[in-house]
């Protein structure tokens, strides 16, 4: 059994942090071998290996990998460079992503948005170099990723505002994304394109008004989720 020096509870499972307070047991000065000595209270969380799938998803990934193949040595042969087969081929990822972890994973819906916000943007970012005007990346793309993200879990959001703990380091994920396509765009030319102002002020208008009512409940799910 180890002891929180902090809040003093009993804690029957083995863990470096205190479940209670959130402390660092061993931070507290708890000693490591006693931490090691207790036992799990619990059944370890299952790992699922990244190629265990269904067989819809092996026939899925060894059909994407012939197709990988074939479209890149055809363009190589072809055109002597790599243009189409590469937005094919992370489309055809994208939607393998997308139907693996967003749509059978029973992860929470805010998380789910952002999750897909982050993989649109990588997928748009490593497109990049094959536009022939790259600029509507920070211009376009990502500018209507977020905004779309930014309304859809602003009204999750509006929605549960009475209980908003669980939804808000997600709500403020996105709101920080949404300043980057203005951002880049300053750095890229000096210049901002009106969805980009727009989605940057969004978010900058989100996250004030997020730290005005919630300031409390955001630093205690800070707390919460990284252990501080
Ligand atoms: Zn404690």
Same mark, same amino acid.
């Given at each position: 059994?180890?002891?929180?020096?902090?809040?003093?509870?009993?804690?029957?499972?083995?863990?470096?942090?205190?479940?209670?307070?959130?402390?660092?047991?061993?931070?507290?000065?708890?000693?490591?071998?006693?931490?090691?000595?207790?036992?799990?209270?619990?059944?370890?969380?299952?790992?699922?290996?990244?190629?265990?799938?269904?067989?819809?998803?092996?026939?899925?990934?060894?059909?994407?990998?012939?197709?990988?193949?074939?479209?890149?040595?055809?363009?190589?042969?072809?055109?002597?460079?790599?243009?189409?087969?590469?937005?094919?081929?992370?489309?055809?990822?994208?939607?393998?992503?997308?139907?693996?972890?967003?749509?059978?994973?029973?992860?929470?819906?805010?998380?789910?948005?952002?999750?897909?916000?982050?993989?649109?943007?990588?997928?748009?970012?490593?497109?990049?170099?094959?536009?022939?005007?790259?600029?509507?990346?920070?211009?376009?793309? +990502?500018? #209507?990723?977020?905004?779309?993200?930014?309304?859809?879990?602003? =009204?999750? &959001? %509006? @929605?549960? $505002?009475?209980?908003?703990?669980?939804?808000?380091?997600?709500?403020?994920?996105?709101?920080?994304?949404?300043?980057?396509?203005?951002?880049?765009?300053?750095?890229?030319?000096?210049?901002?394109?009106? +969805?980009? #102002?727009?989605?940057?002020?969004?978010?900058?208008?989100?996250? =004030?008004? &997020? %730290? @005005?009512? $919630?300031?409390?409940?955001?630093?205690?799910?800070?707390?919460?989720?990284?252990?501080?």
């Amino acid at each position: 059994m180890i002891r929180c020096p902090y809040c003093q509870v009993d804690i029957a499972t083995r863990t470096e942090v205190c479940p209670l307070c959130h402390k660092s047991l061993t931070e507290a000065g708890v000693a490591k071998e006693e931490i090691k000595k207790t036992p799990l209270d619990f059944p370890k969380k299952a790992h699922l290996p990244w190629l265990a799938g269904t067989l819809f998803d092996k026939v899925y990934l060894l059909v994407a990998l012939n197709l990988a193949v074939v479209l890149i040595v055809a363009e190589l042969l072809v055109m002597g460079k790599i243009y189409f087969s590469w937005f094919i081929l992370s489309l055809v990822a994208y939607f393998y992503v997308f139907l693996r972890f967003t749509l059978r994973q029973d992860n929470f819906f805010p998380q789910k948005v952002v999750g897909q916000a982050v993989i649109l943007s990588i997928v748009a970012l490593s497109t990049r170099r094959f536009l022939p005007e790259p600029e509507i990346i920070f211009e376009l793309m +990502l500018p #209507i990723i977020y905004l779309i993200s930014l309304i859809i879990i602003g =009204i999750f &959001l %509006i @929605i549960n $505002y009475k209980n908003p703990s669980r939804y808000l380091l997600n709500v403020i994920t996105i709101a920080l994304l949404g300043l980057l396509p203005f951002t880049a765009d300053m750095l890229e030319d000096a210049t901002a394109h009106p +969805l980009a #102002i727009a989605t940057a002020v969004l978010a900058g208008v989100t996250l =004030i008004t &997020l %730290i @005005i009512f $919630y300031a409390r409940v955001i630093i205690s799910e800070l707390k919460r989720n990284f252990h501080v």
